[in-house]
C-alpha cells in the first residue's frame, strides 16, 4: 500500500487559512504540516513565502529541497490534490525544456515560476498559452525584473492565464505593471479561490517566531509561538518549536509540557518524541527517555539519532544485547559517519562487557 502524503508547508498558504487546508487534507487521507520535518513527502512553496524571502534565498532552499529527494509542490499543486481547485484548464502539450527553449526564458527560472503558479500549469507538460507567459516574463527580464519581482506581481490579478491579454511592462522598483494606451497601470484583482480577505494572522506569527528563532532569539521566539498557538492551539509544529526555544532558554519544565502538547496534537512527530527523550535523558530520567526514544523509532524506524540514543542508554542500564541490536541498526543506516565509528566502539564495547560476562 502507497504511504498516506505527508505535506510540509513552507511559508504560507495565500488561497487560505493553514487550518482549513489541514482539514482537507486529513479528509484526503493525508496530513498538512508547518515547515519540512522527517516524514514529509511533498514539500509545498506557499506563495506567501515570497513577502518573506528574496529571490535567491528561496531557490536555494528549492534546490535543497529537491536535492534532498522530496516531490516539490506549488500551492495550487496542492490545492488540486485535496480538490480544492479545478485542474488547469488548458492541455498540457510542452514539456518544460520546449517551455524554456520557444520562450529564450531560463530552464531554472521558470521551474521557480511554476512553483510560485506563474502559469496556468503548475507542472510540465505546460499549455500554449503557459509559452505566451513565458515570452512575456522574458521580456519582462530583459526589462531588469527578476523571476521573484513576476512572481510577487502574478498574483495581483486572478488567475495567471488572465495575463496573456495584457501588455505588461517593469516599472519603478522592478515591480511590475500593465501597460495601457495612456500610460502604466497597478496590476489588481482577487487572490485565488476568491477569498480576499488576509491570511489568518497565526500564519504570520509562525513566519515571525521562525525568524527569531533562526536569529538565535529563542525566548523572544518561544513568546510568538505561544501567542501564534493561542490562535491556532493544534498546531503540533508551534508546540514543537516553542518547546525546542524553551529548552534552549533553560525553562525544563515548560518545555516538556509542549513537547507532550505537540504530541498529543500529532503522535507521529518522531523529532518530538526524541527531543522530549533528549530532555529527560538530561534530568536524569533514563527509563523514560527510553521508552521515548522507542516510541519515536516506531514512528519513524529508519531515524538513525533515535536508535543510536536508546543503544547509549541500553547500554547504560546494562541491556547490552539490546544495545547491540540497536548499533548494529544503527550501522544498517549510517555506516560512515563519526556517529557510526562510535557505534562500532560500542559493539566492542559490548563484546568486551559479554566476554567478562557482564552482559
Not at 1 to 22: F, I, Q
Not at 45 to 59: N, T, Y
Not at 123 to 128: M, Q, R
Amino acid at each position: 500500500m502507497t504511504p498516506a502524503p505527508v505535506y510540509g508547508v513552507l511559508g504560507a498558504l495565500a488561497a487560505l487559512p493553514h487550518r482549513l487546508a489541514a482539514r482537507e487534507a486529513e479528509g484526503c487521507g493525508a496530513r498538512l504540516r508547518r515547515g519540512v520535518a522527517r516524514g514529509v513527502t511533498h514539500v509545498v512553496f506557499g506563495r506567501r513565502l515570497l513577502d518573506r524571502l528574496p529571490g535567491p534565498a528561496i531557490a536555494a532552499r528549492v534546490e535543497a529541497e529537491r536535492a534532498a529527494g522530496r516531490a516539490l509542490l506549488s500551492e495550487n499543486g496542492l490545492l488540486r490534490r485535496l480538490g480544492l481547485a479545478a485542474a488547469a484548464g488548458a492541455e498540457g502539450v510542452l514539456p518544460g525544456a520546449a517551455l524554456a527553449a520557444q520562450s529564450g526564458f531560463a530552464a531554472r527560472d521558470l521551474d521557480l515560476l511554476a512553483l510560485f503558479d506563474a502559469f496556468e500549469r503548475d507542472a510540465e507538460p505546460f499549455s500554449f498559452r503557459d509559452l505566451i507567459l513565458a515570452r512575456k516574463y522574458a521580456g519582462l527580464v530583459a526589462g531588469g525584473a527578476g523571476w521573484a519581482d513576476i512572481a510577487r506581481s502574478v498574483h495581483r490579478v486572478g488567475a495567471a492565464a488572465s495575463l496573456t491579454a495584457r501588455a505588461l511592462a517593469v516599472g519603478g522598483g522592478r515591480a511590475i505593471y500593465a501597460r495601457h494606451a495612456d500610460g502604466l497601470s497597478e496590476l489588481d484583482g482577487q487572490l485565488l479561490l476568491g477569498l480576499d480577505e488576509p491570511a489568518e494572522a497565526a500564519d504570520d506569527l509562525f513566519a515571525e517566531a521562525e525568524a527569531a528563532e533562526a536569529a538565535g532569539r529563542p525566548a523572544e521566539a518561544a513568546e510568538i509561538y505561544g501567542r501564534c498557538l493561542a490562535l491556532d492551539p493544534g498546531d503540533a509544529t508551534a508546540a514543537f518549536n516553542r518547546a525546542n526555544c524553551l529548552r534552549a532558554c533553560g525553562a525544563v519544565g515548560e518545555a516538556e509540557r509542549d513537547y507532550a502538547r505537540a504530541l498529543r496534537a500529532d503522535p507521529r512527530l518522531a523529532e518530538a518524541w526524541f527531543n522530549l527523550a533528549g530532555l529527560l535523558a538530561g534530568e536524569g530520567r533514563a527509563a523514560a527517555a527510553r521508552r521515548l526514544l522507542a516510541r519515536a523509532i516506531a514512528v519513524a524506524p529508519d531515524y538513525a539519532d533515535a536508535v543510536y540514543e536508546l543503544a547509549r542508554l541500553d547500554f547504560e542500564a546494562g541491556e547490552i544485547a539490546a544495545a547491540e541490536r540497536r548499533w548494529r541498526r544503527y550501522l544498517e543506516l549510517d555506516p560512515d559517519s563519526d556517529w557510526a565509528r562510535n557505534a562500532a566502539r560500542g559493539l566492542r564495547l559490548a563484546a568486551l562487557r559479554a566476554a567478562e560476562g557482564g552482559g
